[in-house]
């Protein structure tokens, strides 16, 4: 079991930042890759952004390419995603999620854990 606990929403203006942290517990938090989703109301979960065990990989939805960045800590157990220059858009719940697999898996159904999601809503 990977226990996961977001943090860092909030409201924020259009072009405006936030900084996502997900802290992880239980099982060795380098064996997983992680990942980032958000969901909208009325609308699926999507991907926003996944990042290897070793934090050397990254790959990101077009949605956040060059506006968010994906990064870990694992001597902390926590990934990051830093939002800049946000746009009402990216209004949604945020979760960070935990993944096996070795290869490129942007599906939230071979996601392995979750967490509970923090909110993150701009204004326009």
């Known amino acids: 079991q990977v226990q996961l606990v977001e943090s860092g929403g909030g409201l924020v203006q259009t072009g405006g930042s936030l900084r996502l942290s997900c802290a992880a517990s239980?099982?060795?938090?380098?064996?997983?890759?992680m990942g980032w989703f958000r969901q909208a109301p009325g609308k699926e979960r999507e991907f926003v952004a996944r990042?290897?065990?070793?934090?050397?990989?990254?790959y990101y939805a077009d949605s956040g390419k060059g506006r968010f960045t994906i990064s870990r800590d694992n001597a902390k157990n926590t990934v990051f995603l830093q939002m800049n220059s946000l746009k009402p858009e990216d209004t949604a719940l945020y979760y960070c999620?935990?993944?096996?697999?070795?290869?490129?898996?942007?599906?939230?159904?071979?996601?392995?854990?979750w967490g509970q999601g923090t909110q993150v809503t701009v204004s326009s």
């Open positions: 999620a935990a993944n096996r697999d070795t290869w490129l898996v942007t599906t939230p159904t071979r996601y392995d854990y």
């Open positions: 239980g099982r060795t938090f380098s064996n997983y890759a």
């Open positions: 990042i290897s065990r070793s934090g050397v990989t990254t």
